[in-house]
């Protein structure tokens, strides 16, 4: 297991290094991550923005009733 990660519930799920709340990945695209925290709130995190066009549409596909806070800067994960 990697430097910051945790084993909750037989999930990987990893801390950033900006927010004390774990996070577990939902999905990559290439460098952007598609991420659920502790309060069920999901977030777009890093990746080039083609990637970020890639991942919100998966989102708007196969996870429609979700709002992603897409706030995190590209490339920052």
């Known amino acids: 297991m990697s ?3 945790c084993q909750d519930a037989g999930m990987k799920t990893e801390k950033t290094s900006c927010r004390s709340h774990r996070v577990s990945t939902i999905a ?3 460098a ?3 991420c659920s925290d ?3 709130r999901v977030h777009l995190r ?3 923005n083609e990637e970020r066009v890639e991942a919100l549409e998966f989102v708007s596909l196969f996870l429609h009733e979700v709002a992603v ?6 490339g920052v994960n």
């Open 38 to 40: 502790e309060r069920g």
């Open 69 to 74: 806070d897409t706030n995190s800067r590209p």
């Open 46 to 48: 890093g990746g080039s």
């Open 28 to 30: 990559r695209f290439g």
């Open 3 to 5: 430097r910051g990660a």
């Open 32 to 34: 952007a991550h598609l």
